[in-house]
C-alpha cells in the first residue's frame, strides 16, 4: 500500500481541524451507582490525550458524555464553547465494538456518516476511496464486515469516522479487541495518519503501554467512583514508532502509571470473580 | 461394514439425491398398493387405472383440460395473495413502530400475544355473521390467519436491534427515518421473512378454511364438490395443488429469507 502522506485528501486545505474541549467538573449517574465525579479536564487543539483506568471505572461512559450521547449528571462539557448536549458535527467516535452495520459493504460502511451529512452521491464517490486507501483497505470496497478480520473491521469503523474529517476524534479502546501484532500495527498506522491530519484525540485505553505510547498527556482514571487522579506530560520524541517502545523515558512512565493503578486493578480483578 | 457406513452417511450430491429419489418412489408404490386395495370411494391410487381412476390422471385433467378449475384455482391465489399482502403491508411497519414506542408495545402486547395463540378458525363464525359471504370477508380470514405471525417476528426482530448500532446512529446524527432504512429494516428483515414463512402456511390453512365456510370458491369448491361426489381422485389431486401452492410460496420466503440473511455470514 502506497498514501502519499501529503497527498491532496478531498478536504485538505481546511487549516482548522480541531478543537479545544473543555470539561468542567462533571459527574455521571446511573441510578444509584455514581460512576464519575468531580472530573475537570482541557483538551487542546491538535493533541492525543490518553485516558486510562481499569476496566468498569466509566472510560466509555464518560466518551459517551463527551459525544453527546449521554446526559451528564453534574457539570458541563463545551467545545469550542458551545455546551455539549447532543452528538455534534464535527466530532466523530470510533467504538470498541466495531459498530459496523453487518449488511453495508465497506464503501457502504465508510460512506455513511457522509450520506447522512447529506453528501452528494459524487462526493461520497471522491471521498470513501479516499479514506478506504488511507485506512489500507484497497480492494475490499465490496467486502461485508464478516468477511474482515478484526483489525480490518476497525480499520473500517476508523475510515468511517476520519471521513467525517473531524475536529475531534473519539477512540473508545479501538484496538482492545484485535490481536496483539494487528493492534501494534494499527497504533503505529493510527499515528502516521494523525501526523497527516492532526486533530485533538481522545484515546480511551485500558492498556497502560497504549496510552503512554500514544498519548501526549496520559489521564489517569482511578477510584470508586472514579476521578482523574494525575496527568502525565508524556514528552516522548516523535515520531513514536517502535523505537519508542525501547525509550528509557517509556519504561519509566509505564511503570509509574503501572504502580498507580495496580492496587486499583487487584480491587477489579477480585470484584469480577 | 465401516465403508457401507460412511457411503450411508456421506452427504455427497448423489447419495443425497438417490435417497430423495428412493423414499419418494418408495412413498408412490404404497400409495399406489393402498389405492388398488380399497373401494373407489375410500381412497384413490396414485397412476390408477380401470375402475380405480388414478390422482395423477385427474391433475392432468384439472388442470390441462377443466377452464372451470383452472378459473377455481385463480380465485384462491387471489384470495391468498390479497390477504397475504394485506398482512405484510400492516404488520411490518406496526411491529418496527411497537419495537420504538414501549407505550405502545405495553399497551397491545398481551392482546397480541392471546391472538397469536387464538385458533383464528375459531373466529370464522363471527367473520361470518359480522361481514357476510362475499370476497372481503374472505380476504379477512387469510389475512388473521397472516398477520400475526408476521407482526410477531418483525416484533422480536426489531426489539433484539443491537443497541450498539442505535448508538453508532446516533453518533453520526441520523434522523429517525434514516434509522429506520440503514438500521431496522435491514436488521429486521431476516426476522420478518421468518415470519414470512410462517405465515405463509397459516395462510394457506385460512384460504381453504375461508372457501369452507364462508360462500363456498375456489378450490375449497372443488374439494367439497368433489368429496361430495365420493369422487376421491378429484379430492387428492386437488390436495396436491393446495400442498404445491403451499411449497411455492414456502419456497420463494426461503429464498428471500436467505437473499437477506448472507450479511449474518451464514447459508454460505
Ligand atoms: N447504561 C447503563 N446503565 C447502568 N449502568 C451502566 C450503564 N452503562 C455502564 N454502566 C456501569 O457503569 C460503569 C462504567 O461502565 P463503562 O463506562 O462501560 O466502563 P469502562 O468503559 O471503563 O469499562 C460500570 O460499572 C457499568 O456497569
Ligand atoms: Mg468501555
Redesign the interface.
Known sequence: MSVDLNADGPADGQSDRSARIEINSIGKRYGDLQVFQDINLDFNEREIVTIVGPSGCGKTTLLRCIDGLLPVSEGEIRIEGELMTTPREGVAMVFQHFGLFPWKTVFQNVGYGLKLAGASKAEIAEKVPYFINLVGLDGFDSSFPYQLSGGMQQRCGLARALAMEPSVLLMDEPFAAVDAQTREILQFELLRIWDMRPMTMIFVTHSIEEAVLMGDRVVVLKGRPSSVFEIIDVNLPAPRDRSTLAHPRFSELREHVWGTLMDEVRAAEFDVN | MSKVLALINSDHRSVRWGTVIFSLLVGAALWESVGWSFNQAIMAPLIGGADHPGTIPRLYKYIVHDEEYRLSLLQSVQLFSTGFALAVVFSVPLGIIMARLATLRVALESYILVLYVTPMIALIPFILSILGFDFWPKVLVVFLFAFFPILYNTLEGARSVKP??L??A??????EV?IWF??LI??TLPYTLTGIRQAAGRALVGMVAAEFFLATSGLGEELITASRNFDMAGVLATILVITGLGITFMRIAQAFEQKYS????VNR
Open positions: 450498539e448500532l448508538e453508532v446516533k453518533s453520526f446524527r441520523s434522523s434514516a440503514d438500521v435491514p436488521y448472507a450479511w449474518r455470514g
